[in-house]
Nanobody
Framework: VQVVESGGGLVQAGGSLRLSCAAS??????????MGWFRQAPGKEREFVAA????????YYANSVKGRFTISRDNAKNAVYLQMNSLEPEDTAVYSC????????????????WGQGTQVTVSS
């Protein structure tokens, strides 16, 4: 499975960005049950942001983004999106998308195919 993110950029605090994640590959629809977004800021460990179950559309958010970020999907396009509102400088990081299995979890080890990431920078 190949995963490609896009939509990052520079935005002022309080602004919005929408990230996109496109997945492809012959095994994607058969074995992918969860799509997740993670982020990693300089000098920090990768942290979970949000996840969505591919078939049911159930969602799961980190407390730090709950109420500000929304994950959604387009099954026909094999794409998942992350709408980020009310951005804060603390949201600055490289955001990566990943495919996962049956368990919708915040643990990155449960996800297998990862994209290269897209940079999000929030200025104060």
């Amino acid at each position: 499975v190949q995963v490609v993110e896009s939509g990052g950029g520079l935005v002022q605090a309080g602004g919005s960005l929408r990230l996109s994640c496109a997945a492809s590959g012959r095994t994607f629809s058969t074995y992918t049950y969860t799509m997740g977004w993670f982020r990693q800021a300089p000098g920090k460990e990768r942290e979970f942001v949000a996840a969505m179950s591919w078939n049911e559309g159930n969602t799961y958010y980190a407390n730090s983004v709950k109420g500000r970020f929304t994950i959604s999907r387009d099954n026909a396009k094999n794409a998942v999106y992350l709408q980020m509102n009310s951005l804060e400088p603390e949201d600055t990081a490289v955001y990566s998308c990943a495919t996962g299995g049956i368990l919708m979890t915040c643990f990155s080890a449960a996800y297998d195919s990862w994209g290269q990431g897209t940079q999000v920078t929030v200025s104060s």
